[in-house]
C-alpha cells in the first residue's frame, strides 16, 4: 500500500510540473487560427478566457503561481487581429517575453484588463465560457456594452485530443521517472533501520530527478 501511495504521489503531479514544460507539437498560430474560424461560424468578434490551463494551452506556456500546479494567473483575450496575454508582472520572464514577441502575443498587465477591454472593444460580442467569466468582469463587460456567449471556442475539446508527438512524448517521460521512482523505492527499502523524515524522501525523488535530461 505505501508503496502505490508513493508512486501515485511522487509520479503524477510531478510529471506534469517538471518535464512537460512548452509544448511544442501545436503552435500558438495553429490554435490561435482554430479559434478564429470558429469565431468567424458564430458571427462573434472575439474570444475571452479566464480558465487558467486553457490559456496556458493556447499560449504553448507554463507558469508556478500556484504551488504544484503549472498555470499562471492569467486572462486570454483573441480577436480576429490581436491575441492578448494579461498577466501579473512576475509572470513576465525573459523567456516568456521572447516567447510571445516570437509568437505575436502581446503582453499586458493583469490588472489592465478592465481598462484595456472596456476601452477599446466596447460592442464587441465575445465567446466565453459561463463556468469561467467571474461576476466582476460579467458586471464590466455589461458597463461597457460588451455581450457574451457562452462557447469556449472548441478549447477543451482541442485540449483533449493528443497528437501522435504528444502521446510519444507522454510515454517516454513517465517511463524515464519510473524508473527514478523505482531507484527511489529501492533507496528506500535500503534504509529501513534509518529515520527518513518526509523532506528527506522529497530531497532524494528530487535528486534522482534531476538525472533525467528533461527534467526543468
Not at 505575436?104 to 465575445?126: A, C, M, P, Q, V
Not at 482541442?158 to 507522454?170: G, N, P, R
Request: charged letters at 20%; glycine letters at 4%; aromatic letters at 12%.
Amino acid at each position: 500500500l505505501i508503496v502505490i501511495l508513493l508512486s501515485s504521489v511522487f509520479v503524477n503531479n510531478y510529471v506534469l510540473t517538471r518535464f512537460l514544460g512548452i509544448c511544442p507539437f501545436l503552435g500558438v498560430s495553429k490554435k490561435v487560427e482554430t479559434i478564429r474560424t470558429n469565431l468567424s461560424q458564430k458571427g462573434l468578434d472575439a474570444y475571452f478566457s479566464g480558465k487558467l490551463d486553457a490559456n496556458m494551452w493556447i499560449c504553448n506556456i507554463r507558469g508556478n503561481d500556484i504551488d504544484y500546479c503549472p498555470v499562471a494567473f492569467s486572462y486570454v483575450f483573441i480577436s480576429h487581429k490581436d491575441v492578448i496575454l494579461f498577466v501579473n508582472d512576475n509572470a513576465k520572464t525573459p523567456d516568456l517575453l521572447e516567447h510571445c514577441n516570437k509568437n505575436g502575443i502581446r503582453i499586458e498587465d493583469y490588472d489592465e484588463l478592465k481598462n484595456i477591454l472596456t476601452g477599446g472593444f466596447s460592442g464587441y460580442h465575445i465567446a466565453s465560457p459561463y463556468s469561467y467569466l467571474n461576476a466582476y468582469i460579467a458586471c464590466e463587460f455589461e458597463k461597457h456594452n460588451i455581450s457574451w456567449t457562452d462557447s469556449d471556442c472548441g478549447v477543451s475539446l482541442s485540449q483533449a485530443i493528443k497528437s501522435e508527438a504528444e502521446l510519444k512524448a507522454l510515454k517516454e517521460i513517465y517511463i524515464k521517472d519510473s524508473v527514478a521512482v523505482c531507484k527511489f523505492l529501492y533507496w528506500l527499502s535500503s534504509q529501513a533501520d534509518n529515520t527518513i523524515t518526509e523532506y528527506d524522501a522529497a530531497c532524494k525523488m528530487n535528486l534522482l530527478r534531476t538525472e533525467i535530461a528533461e527534467f526543468k
